[in-house]
Each structure stands twice: as structure tokens, then as C-alpha cells.
């Protein structure tokens, strides 16, 4: 049961993890080719599942990509301040895929 593992860096947040490569693959096809980390894919799918309401598969994707670009300019402004710290703690602790 030997599974492939690779390095991946988060594009919100620059967060690097060990996974196995069919879970790299298949963050990267849900957001367009983009690896995102476990916390941001969630507040990601979070944000755009808030935002699109059964108006189709097209517009889910839409709103996936606008959801994406928000949480981008919330990581980077995050990422200057103190608490960020915090998160990034928080991050290493919840961390699970490179099992
Ligand atoms: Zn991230």
C-alpha cells in the first residue's frame, strides 16, 4: 500500500505539505489547476457553496473562481499580520493528508 507522495505549496497561503499525488491531482482539478491546503479548500467550497444557489454548474464555477480570488487577497493580508501566526499553527496541527 505504498502511495505516491509529493510536496505541494498552497497558492492562498503558502503553506507546504507532503500528499499523495491522486489528492494534489484532485485539489488541482476542483480549482482550476491550483493546489490550495486542506483549510483554504474548505473555506473556499465554503465561501462559493454561500455564494452560487442552484443557478447551474456553470455559475458554480464561476463562483468557485470568485471565491478563490477573495480568499487569495484574505490570505495575503493575513499573512502580514501577528495572528497569522496563530493560524499557521493551527494549520500544522490539522494537517492530515500526507497519512
Ligand atoms: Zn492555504
Known amino acids: 500500500m505504498e502511495a505516491v507522495v509529493e510536496c505541494a505549496k498552497c497558492e492562498c ?8 499525488r491522486d489528492y494534489i491531482l484532485g485539489v488541482r482539478a476542483a480549482f482550476g489547476g491550483r ?8 473555506a473556499v467550497r465554503d465561501e462559493a457553496a454561500r455564494g452560487t444557489t442552484a443557478r447551474g454548474p456553470a455559475a458554480a464555477a464561476a463562483g468557485l473562481e470568485d471565491a478563490l480570488r477573495d480568499h487569495m487577497a484574505f ?5 502580514r499580520s501577528p495572528a497569522f501566526r496563530v493560524a499557521d ?3 500544522q496541527m490539522l494537517r ?4
Open 75 to 79: 490570505c495575503g493580508k493575513c499573512r
Open 13 to 20: 497561503c503558502g503553506l507546504v505539505e507532503d500528499c499523495t
Open 35 to 42: 493546489w490550495l491546503c486542506g483549510l483554504c479548500s474548505e
Open 89 to 91: 499553527g493551527m494549520r
Open 96 to 99: 492530515r493528508c500526507s497519512k
